[in-house]
């Protein structure tokens, strides 16, 4: 398993209370994203995304005035999206991208223990993939005025098909077959352990003895 924290994880936020959360600005970054504007467009289809399964979509996107550097070093007050865990992904297009792979399957594949989160694995390549798969899964259901579950989640499934198939033509590495990477969590989880070996099993001035 590749050591690559994923950018998914590198943007992780916790709040106070805990609860992780990710700016929409961080991901725009991480996704090549110039312009945040350009960006936008993207929030509001995961934002459908998101009523269209059923969930509220205040318990997922939160708009906050976010302190961002400008300039040298400067900073001004801008609006930002704080966005969930939850807030992207769907398990159709899933099943459509992955060649017929849901959820849980990508998750056994991966080699993905109890508790480990698919998102939390993924490479750049992976993510973008991913995303790219359900912004325009929303806009087809907004294009075409297409209401009702199993409809959507054929949309989806479509969708993430045609995304598929587009990878394959360009001769790309299909996604199911891209590595896993650590996550974050994992790495941090190791640091605090070598932290906490015996003073007896260092050197003098704090290394591991050889």
């Known amino acids: 398993m590749s050591h690559e924290i994923t950018p998914f994880e590198s943007i992780r936020r916790t ?3 805990g609860n ?19 960006f936008q467009s993207v929030i509001e289809s995961a934002r459908t995304a998101c009523f269209n399964s059923g969930q509220r979509v205040d318990d997922h996107f939160v708009e906050v005035t976010d302190m961002i550097k400008v300039g040298k070093g400067a900073m001004r007050p801008a609006k930002t999206v704080m966005m969930s865990r939850y807030a992207i992904f769907q398990n159709h297009g899933y099943v459509g991208l992955y060649g017929g792979l849901g959820a849980q399957d ?10 480990e989160q698919i998102l939390d694995h993924m ?5 973008a993939a991913n995303l790219f798969r359900a912004t325009q899964a929303e806009e087809k259901l907004r294009r075409e005025k297409i209401t009702g579950k199993e409809k959507a989640n054929k949309a989806h ?32 989880s190791r640091a605090k ?17 050889p």
């Open 123 to 127: 490479g750049s390549t992976e993510l």
């Open 20 to 38: 992780e959360y990710w700016s929409s600005r961080d991901f725009a970054r991480v996704l090549g994203y110039a312009d945040y504007r350009n």
């Open 157 to 188: 499934r479509e969708v993430g098909a045609k995304v598929r198939q587009t990878i394959k033509e360009l001769g790309g590495t299909m996604p199911e077959e891209l590595p896993t990477v650590e996550s974050i969590k994992k790495l941090e």
């Open 106 to 115: 990508i998750h056994r594949r991966k080699g993905l223990k109890k508790g």
């Open 15 to 17: 709040n106070p209370a």
């Open 193 to 209: 352990r070598a932290l906490k070996k015996p003073r007896n099993l260092q050197d003098g001035e704090g290394r591991p003895k």
